[in-house]
């Protein structure tokens, strides 16, 4: 089934350490994004990319990086997690940008 | 800065008919979203506009008002399915699509 793939579903990571979010599409979609989703502040977008091998910085970038080395693959790295970054993570694609994302089921991510 | 505006929770009655609604200030428009997300999984599209005027799509509608910085989503003949949070975003002048925190619906028998 098409769609979008992440791993872990759920960590828990003591403060200090490096966590590398997963994140695969088989759409083939162009454009690809992370966001992070707290309780009461909605979607906010950490960074993105509009084609392989490009990226951008979305709202809330510091303390997180990504890479874009093919279409299908978009992973985010936490460098050195804090308590700050427990939250839940959606990775996202779509063909262009004006066009609906289609979503990972997510990843649960507790910062202790 | 750049702000959408949407009720933080509304109530409503199976059966019966809701109106949300999103108030946008972005820097340039370039399309309208909303999006259905249930609680604990991901969002998922419900209706895109980019011209003004009514979308219709079986029991959900979406309106759009550009020059009031305007949107409602309708959403008839409510199950108890239905209840979920609904996102409203905007594509702004940069392609970027910028999120309101969502409207919490709560269907009551």
């Known amino acids: 089934i098409a769609g979008i793939t992440q791993a872990p579903t759920s960590q828990i990571l003591a403060a200090g350490r490096r966590m590398t979010l997963r994140c695969t599409q088989d759409?083939?979609?162009?454009?690809m994004y992370w966001y992070r989703q707290d309780l009461g502040l909605g979607l906010r977008l950490i960074h993105y990319?509009?084609?392989?091998?490009?990226?951008g910085k979305g709202e809330v970038p510091d303390g997180y990086s990504v890479s874009r080395a093919n279409t299908d693959d978009f992973p985010l790295t936490l460098a050195s997690a804090v308590p700050s970054q427990t939250s839940v993570y959606f990775c996202?694609?779509?063909?262009?940008?004006?066009?609906?994302?289609?979503f990972g089921d997510g990843t649960r991510l507790s910062i202790l | 800065g750049q702000n959408i505006d949407q009720p933080t929770e509304m109530t409503a009655t199976e059966g019966a008919i809701v109106q949300i609604n999103c108030t946008y200030q972005?820097?340039?428009?370039?399309?309208l979203f909303w999006y259905q997300q249930h609680a604990g999984e991901a969002p998922t599209f419900l209706s895109y506009?980019?011209l003004d005027g009514l979308e219709e799509k079986g029991r959900f509608s979406s309106f759009l008002s550009r020059s009031k910085g305007y949107s409602y989503l309708l959403l008839k003949e409510l199950q108890m399915k239905d209840s979920a949070s609904y996102l409203c975003?905007?594509?702004?002048?940069?392609?970027?699509?910028?999120w309101g925190a969502g409207t919490k619906l709560i269907i009551k028998p």
């Open positions: 996202a694609s779509s063909p262009g940008p004006n066009q609906p994302q289609h």
């Open positions: 759409m083939r979609h162009n454009a």
């Open positions: 990319s509009n084609t392989a091998g490009t990226t």
């Open positions: 972005t820097s340039g428009f370039n399309g």
């Open positions: 506009n980019v």
């Open positions: 975003a905007v594509v702004d002048s940069n392609y970027q699509l910028i």
